[in-house]
């Protein structure tokens, strides 16, 4: 007699929705860690980099869009202890990030984000070993957007200083 437990379509649902959960959730890290190149290098850094630069706000306000990612992983039933760490790499990058051009160099090396993914990637895969997880998503290729970001950014940055000079 087969003592195996049945796979029932209620498991293959639940799969079926990890699956795409894990998809959706990949695409969102890679777009806010790894969406664009700096041409003629290998170095990838995402929206969360380019915020991060915003005087004041932009690390706070990337720490919110990194805590989606800690909020479901919660939310489909992630350990405590599995939280503590997703969210001791999202402080790290915080913490590190107010500092000025350290923490935007570092920004750009720590990738929270990925790694928050591949943490909850390694935990639903021992949970459920039949879980056929998505590839992670390749990294976008938009270098031109890149330098255009980069030189928007530069102007704003122009911009805010301009007006702390007296007149």
Do not use: C
Request: charged share 20%; proline share 6%; aromatic share 8%.
């Amino acid at each position: 007699m087969d003592s195996a437990p049945k796979t029932t379509q209620n498991d293959i649902r639940q799969q079926e929705k990890l699956h795409a959960l894990t998809g959706r959730l990949d695409n969102y890290a890679s777009l806010l860690d790894n969406k664009f190149r700096i041409p003629g290098t290998n170095i990838r850094f995402g929206w969360d980099a380019l915020l991060g630069l915003i005087p004041g706000i932009g690390d706070t306000m990337t720490l919110l869009f990194s805590a989606v990612i800690l909020i479901e992983a919660k939310r489909i039933g992630a350990p405590r202890a599995l939280l503590a760490k997703m969210a001791a790499n999202m402080g790290i990058e915080w913490l590190v990030g107010m500092i000025p051009v350290l923490g935007d160099a570092f920004d750009v090396y720590w990738k929270a984000n990925i790694r928050n993914m591949d943490l909850l990637k390694d935990h639903l895969a021992a949970q459920n070993p039949d879980l056929i997880l998505p590839e992670a998503p390749a990294p976008g290729k938009g270098w031109y957007w890149s330098l255009i970001l980069i030189g928007g950014l530069f102007l704003y940055l122009v911009f805010l200083s301009l007006q702390q000079l007296p007149i």
